[in-house]
C-alpha cells in the first residue's frame, strides 16, 4: 500500500518494544508529515549511541564513558555493592533513592535453555570486586522469578567464598497493595518470610 | 541518571507520538542491550525516508515516487475522486476494499487560527484535476470535525465551479455499533440524515 521506502520505515519501527503494526504506521506518517527534523535527530541520536555507548568497566551498566559517573561517584557507599539484572533496576532504585552504595549489572540471568552461563553475566568481573574492593555487604536485587533466585543463590555462593556477607531483598505485599489483589505465589512468600513483631531479646 | 548519549536518545525516542518518559527509556535500553542492529536499521530507514519521500505530483500522498503506485495503476477507476485529510485515511479506506477510484490528500484540513488556508492543502492542485481530468463524481472523506467540514464545503465550491458532481461520505451510528453506546452528537446527526426505507417511485 505504502510506497517501498516508507513500509521499511514502518517495519524497521517495529523493532522497537510494544509497537505493533498499526503504531509503527501512526508513528511513520507521523515523523514524515509532521516533523522530519525530529526523524533526523532521531535516526543520528541512534547511530551515535549505538556506535558509542558500551558497559562500564567496573558495573557494566551502560555508558559511553570507560568508568561511568555512578562508579566514579566517590560519595557513594564503597561498603555496599548492589547486583541487579538490567540498567532499568538501577534506575529504578536511583528513583527510590534510599541505598546510597554501588551498583553491579549483569545483564541478564543464567538460563541454561537459553545458554547463558556465568561468563555472560560478567561473574569473574564481579568476583575480581569480591576479592579486591573493601567490600561490608553484597546485596542481590534479581528479580524474583526462577531464573532470578538461581542467579541470585549463584552470586551468594560466590560472596560467601570470598567472606563477603550477601543478602536479598525482601519479597512480599508491595506497599499500598491490598491482600485481596495480590497474588497467591506472593502472598505465600510473604507468610513464609514473615518477621517478628518484637524480635526476641539476645 | 543514564550517560548523555543515552539520555539524548531516550529525548529523541519521545519525539514518537505517544511514546513517554517510561517508554522512550525502555525502548532506548531495549536497542542498546539486545538489538543493535535493529538501531541501526532504523536509523538508517529514518535518514532514507526523510531524505527521499516527498508527495505524489498527482494526489499528494507521501511516496518516493514522482508519482505514486496508485495514481500510475491504470486499473483505478477514472472517474471518481476521493479527498482526505491524510496519507492514513487512504490506507483506512483501502483495507475497507470498496472504492477503486483515485485519491486526493490535502494534509490536513482548513484551518485559518492555524493560519492553514487552501494553499496549503493543495486546492489548486485539486482544481487543475477538477478542469482537465474525466471526472464523474468527487467524493469528500474529510473528517467529520468543525474543521473537516468547513473543508467539505469549500472542496464542495470548487467542484461545483468545475461542473463536477461532489459528495460527502455517510456520517451516523456505526455499522455493528449499539445505539446505547453512541454520542448524541453523532445520534443527532443519525437522524437527521436517515434515509427512506422505500424510496418514493419517480
Same mark, same amino acid.
Given at each position: 500500500m505504502f510506497s517501498p521506502l516508507i513500509e521499511e520505515l514502518i517495519r524497521a519501527l517495529r523493532c522497537l518494544p510494544s509497537v505493533?503494526?498499526?503504531?509503527? =504506521?501512526?508513528?511513520?506518517? /507521523? &515523523? &514524515?508529515?509532521? !516533523?522530519? !527534523?525530529?526523524?533526523? +535527530? &532521531?535516526?543520528?541520536? +541512534?547511530? =551515535?549511541?549505538?556506535?558509542?555507548?558500551?558497559?562500564?568497566? *567496573?558495573?557494566?551498566?551502560?555508558?559511553?564513558?570507560?568508568?561511568?559517573?555512578?562508579?566514579?561517584?566517590?560519595?557513594?557507599? *564503597?561498603?555496599? &555493592?548492589?547486583?541487579?539484572?538490567?540498567?532499568? !533496576?538501577? +534506575?529504578?532504585?536511583? =528513583?527510590?533513592?534510599? /541505598?546510597?552504595g554501588r551498583y553491579f549489572v549483569l545483564h541478564g540471568h543464567l538460563s541454561p535453555i537459553d545458554g547463558i552461563g556465568p561468563e555472560d553475566l560478567g561473574i569473574s568481573l564481579l568476583e575480581q570486586r569480591l576479592a579486591n574492593e573493601p567490600l561490608q555487604e553484597l546485596i542481590v536485587a534479581t528479580n524474583p522469578t526462577v531464573e532470578g533466585e538461581a542467579t541470585a543463590h549463584y552470586i551468594a555462593e560466590c560472596a560467601r567464598a570470598h567472606g563477603v556477607a550477601v543478602s536479598r531483598i525482601a519479597h512480599g505485599v508491595p506497599i499500598g497493595g491490598e491482600l485481596e489483589y495480590i497474588d497467591g505465589g506472593t502472598l505465600a512468600h510473604a507468610f513464609h518470610s514473615r518477621t517478628a513483631f518484637f524480635p526476641a531479646a539476645e
Amino acid at each position: 500500500m505504502f510506497s517501498p521506502l516508507i513500509e521499511e520505515l514502518i517495519r524497521a519501527l517495529r523493532c522497537l518494544p510494544s509497537v505493533g503494526p498499526k503504531s509503527a =504506521q501512526r508513528m511513520a506518517m /507521523y &515523523l &514524515l508529515e509532521k !516533523d522530519p !527534523d525530529a526523524a533526523v +535527530l &532521531l535516526a543520528r541520536s +541512534l547511530t =551515535q549511541a549505538v556506535e558509542k555507548v558500551g558497559r562500564c568497566n *567496573q558495573c557494566r551498566i551502560l555508558t559511553e564513558e570507560v568508568v561511568c559517573a555512578l562508579c566514579n561517584n566517590s560519595r557513594r557507599e *564503597q561498603a555496599f &555493592l548492589c547486583v541487579v539484572e538490567t540498567p532499568a !533496576d538501577v +534506575l529504578a532504585i536511583e =528513583q527510590a533513592g534510599n /541505598y546510597h552504595g554501588r551498583y553491579f549489572v549483569l545483564h541478564g540471568h543464567l538460563s541454561p535453555i537459553d545458554g547463558i552461563g556465568p561468563e555472560d553475566l560478567g561473574i569473574s568481573l564481579l568476583e575480581q570486586r569480591l576479592a579486591n574492593e573493601p567490600l561490608q555487604e553484597l546485596i542481590v536485587a534479581t528479580n524474583p522469578t526462577v531464573e532470578g533466585e538461581a542467579t541470585a543463590h549463584y552470586i551468594a555462593e560466590c560472596a560467601r567464598a570470598h567472606g563477603v556477607a550477601v543478602s536479598r531483598i525482601a519479597h512480599g505485599v508491595p506497599i499500598g497493595g491490598e491482600l485481596e489483589y495480590i497474588d497467591g505465589g506472593t502472598l505465600a512468600h510473604a507468610f513464609h518470610s514473615r518477621t517478628a513483631f518484637f524480635p526476641a531479646a539476645e
